[in-house]
């Protein structure tokens, strides 16, 4: 789903896309800033690109209440916060520099991936599948 963001957009410019969005979950415990009445979630997304006071790295947009929160963590940086939730959509800020990301690799045998965005081949083992990863300009992986 396109959207057009206004404000400050200028690490956006390169990436596939802005934010991830997952519908029905919600980063639970990790609220570093609420704001509320947002009337959408382009707004919220745009509350997170433009918050200065830390780096927004996800947000929670409740559907019913309007309530945007900011969390300067991730469904990444904290797994078992990530909670279902049923009127809220969970937003993940893709805007942000690879150095920012602390990024958990966890080897899974025998498993394939659900959704691929890309696939990079020639890859010869783990640390080099992690370094192509972690260095990835387009989108977060």
Do not use: H, M
């Amino acid at each position: 789903e396109k959207i057009c963001l206004r404000g400050k957009i200028d690490n956006c410019r390169d990436k596939v896309w802005a934010f991830e969005r997952v519908p029905g979950r919600k980063l639970e415990g990790f609220d570093d800033k609420i704001i509320d009445q947002v009337p959408n979630r382009r707004d919220c997304e745009e509350f997170c690109l433009s918050e200065s006071s830390f780096t927004c790295l996800s947000a929670d947009y409740n559907l019913v209440s309007l309530a945007c929160s900011l969390s300067r963590e991730t469904r990444r940086s904290q797994p078992d916060s990530f909670a279902p939730s049923r009127d809220t959509e969970y937003l993940e800020n893709s805007c942000i520099a690879t150095e920012q990301l602390s990024c958990p690799y966890k080897r899974t045998d025998n498993a394939y991936p659900r959704y691929l965005d890309t696939i990079v081949s020639r890859v010869t083992d783990d640390i080099a599948c992690e370094k192509q990863c972690t260095f990835y300009e387009d989108f977060l992986c």
